[in-house]
């Protein structure tokens, strides 16, 4: 009944770690729509991981790319007039382009979570260029504290505490209904 009562494209913003992909998949498959991975996209378009694609460009090449691939993902769900649930990288919502786009265009929830949690989650895999360079647990506190004010311009805010993520995803769905 609430997924027909949505309309537009559910967006979730917050740290690398905190759970944004696996609550998403879940949540689209409650909510019987498509899930996108914003990350995910950006490798298959330029056919590279994002460790590559950061070594080899940099980061501001990286989201360029990131910009473009979150706005036409919004655009895409607009013209087929077809709810998707979208996890953006951690540094996406720090765009104000982006920013502005996701708030305009999309029920925004950010999900967040204590920083141990972060370190612990990112932790199982090596794919994040932006811990390589320092101690993981100093650089997400940092990154945390830097982007709060961003984050909680989202109308909806999630804790995601440690353990699985089935009640995190009902906070969602509560705070989306
Ligand atoms: C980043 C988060 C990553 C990925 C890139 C940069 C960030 O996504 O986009 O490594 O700046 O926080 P996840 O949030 O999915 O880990």
Known sequence: ALARRIHRPIVLVGMMGVGKSSVG????QL???????AD???ERSAQMTIPEIFETYGEDYFRDGERRV????????????????????????VNPET?????????TVWLDSEVDTLVERTARKENRPL???GNPREILGRLREER?????????HVLSSAGPHVQTINKVLQGIS
């Open 131 to 133: 811990l390589r360079n």
């Open 148 to 156: 709060a004010q961003h984050y909680s311009q989202a109308p909806i």
């Open 99 to 107: 920013r502005a786009l996701i708030l305009e265009k999309a029920i």
């Open 40 to 42: 995910d996209e950006i």
């Open 70 to 93: 979150i706005a036409r993902l919004i655009t895409d769900s607009e013209v087929a007039k077809r709810r998707i649930v979208i996890a953006t990288g951690g540094g996406a919502f």
């Open 31 to 37: 909510l019987d729509c498509p899930f996108a991975d």
């Open 25 to 28: 998949k879940r949540l689209a």
